[in-house]
T-cell receptor, first 117, second 117 residues
Framework: NAGVMQNPRHLVRRRGQEARLRCSPM?????VYWYRQLPEEGLKFMVY????????ESGMPKERFSAEFPKEGPSILRIQQVVRGDSAAYFC???????????????FGPGTRLTVL | AQKITQTQPGMFVQEKEAVTLDCTYD???????LFWYKQPSSGEMIFLIY??????QNATEGRYSLNFQKARKSANLVISASQLGDSAMYFC??????????????FGGGTRVLVKP
């Protein structure tokens, strides 16, 4: 059973370009989360999605950032007009559907390291 | 106020000895979950152990155990018989609430552990 897949693992963009980060959840998982980690810091929640729905985007910057989880295909985190401050590691996590006794444990992908030149 | 506090930025431990990593949390929600993750130098986030707020017993998972003191709002991770491969950053995280909107994790700042041979 493959884990959470993220690609690319490393992404370099120049200021003003767009960055697209992809995440495929674990098989059977219907919840996807995106987190950002700045150097030497903990992860900060960005957005929580289920198929075709954004459930909680309270951690998303108001501009330039968007996320989707379509009916088919991976979840996408999109950053438009990147700036140097966007340089960070972006982690995707997934968890299974909630049921009785579920711990809602989130399993993380390997992350995408975004560098903005 | 910080929701998750890890007061130890870094610590050394001798191989084969036990180490305790501190984590205190702050929530008014009666239902919550506490998680520990390991982040080695390669960067991935590895789930270690989970403790639910209603669990009567401390969680254990192999060499990992969680010292859960609900009244003190602490959830310290104990790693027994440390191995060189335990050298990593360790993050404590909390999920509050049982509603679907409460699924996001809040992370502490992490503790870096270095195991000495």
């Amino acid at each position: 059973n493959a884990g959470v897949m993220q690609n690319p693992r490393h992404l370099v963009r120049r200021r003003g370009q767009e960055a697209r980060l992809r995440c495929s959840p674990m098989k059977g998982h219907s919840h996807v989360y995106w987190y950002r980690q700045l150097p030497e810091e903990g992860l900060k929640f960005m957005v929580y999605l289920q198929k075709e729905n954004i459930i909680d985007e309270s951690g998303m910057p108001k501009e330039r950032f968007s996320a989707e989880f379509p009916k088919e295909g991976p979840s996408i985190l999109r950053i438009q007009q990147v700036v140097r401050g966007d340089s960070a590691a972006y982690f995707c996590a997934s968890s299974p559907p909630r049921d009785r006794g579920s711990t809602d444990t989130q399993y993380f992908g390997p992350g995408t390291r975004l560098t903005v030149l | 106020a910080q929701k998750i506090t890890q007061t130890q930025p870094g610590m050394f431990v001798q191989e084969k000895e036990a180490v305790t990593l501190d984590c205190t949390y702050d929530t008014s929600d009666p239902s919550y979950g506490l998680f520990w993750y390991k982040q080695p130098s390669s960067g991935e986030m590895i789930f270690l152990i989970y403790q639910g707020s209603y669990d009567q017993q401390n969680a254990t998972e192999g060499r990992y155990s969680l010292n859960f003191q609900k009244a003190r709002k602490s959830a310290n991770l104990v790693i027994s018989a440390s191995q060189l491969g335990d050298s990593a950053m360790y993050f404590c995280a909390m999920r509050e609430g049982i509603s679907t909107a409460g699924n996001k994790l809040t992370f502490g700042g992490g503790t870096r552990v270095l195991v000495k041979p």
